[in-house]
C-alpha cells in the first residue's frame, strides 16, 4: 500500500490548484486505500485560513479527510513567518516543523506530492 505526504505549498492565489490537493488525498485513500498525511506549508497555510472567501468549502474537505483517518498538519515556521496565529486556522491541525516532518516521512517510506 502506498503512503504519501501531500504537501500544500499553493496559497490563495489558487484556490483550484489547493482543492486539487485535498481531492488528490481523499480520493487516494477512498480509492486507492494509500495511506495519506497532508502538510500546509509556505503559503498553503492560507488553505486552512478561517476567514478565507471559501472557507466553508475548505472546511467540509478538511472534515471529510479526518472522516479518512487522513493526518493534517501545519508548519508552525510557515504559519509564525506569515504572521498566522493559531486562532485564524481551523481547529485540530497539529503543528510541526515542516522540514522535519517532511524529512521523518521520507524516511518511514513515504512519497512527498506537492500542490
Known amino acids: 500500500?502506498?503512503?504519501?505526504l501531500v504537501m500544500v505549498i499553493t496559497g490563495k492565489e489558487n484556490i483550484n490548484t489547493e482543492m486539487v490537493a485535498f481531492n488528490f488525498a481523499i480520493n487516494s485513500v477512498q480509492n486507492a486505500k494509500a495511506t495519506v498525511e497532508m502538510l500546509f506549508l509556505?503559503?498553503?497555510v492560507e488553505a486552512i485560513?478561517?476567514?478565507q472567501n471559501n472557507s466553508d468549502t475548505f472546511l467540509a474537505q478538511i472534515n471529510k479527510a479526518r472522516s479518512l483517518g487522513i493526518r493534517l498538519t501545519v508548519c508552525?515556521?510557515?504559519m509564525k513567518s506569515l504572521g498566522i496565529e493559531d486562532s485564524m486556522i481551523f481547529e485540530n491541525i497539529e503543528k510541526v516543523m515542516g522540514g522535519v516532518e517532511t524529512n521523518a516521512k521520507i524516511e518511514e517510506g513515504y512519497s512527498v506530492i506537492t500542490f
Not at 500500500?1 to 504519501?4: D, H, N, T
Open 1 to 4: 500500500m502506498a503512503k504519501m
Open 42 to 44: 509556505g503559503r498553503g
Open 76 to 78: 508552525s515556521v510557515s
Open 49 to 51: 485560513l478561517k476567514n
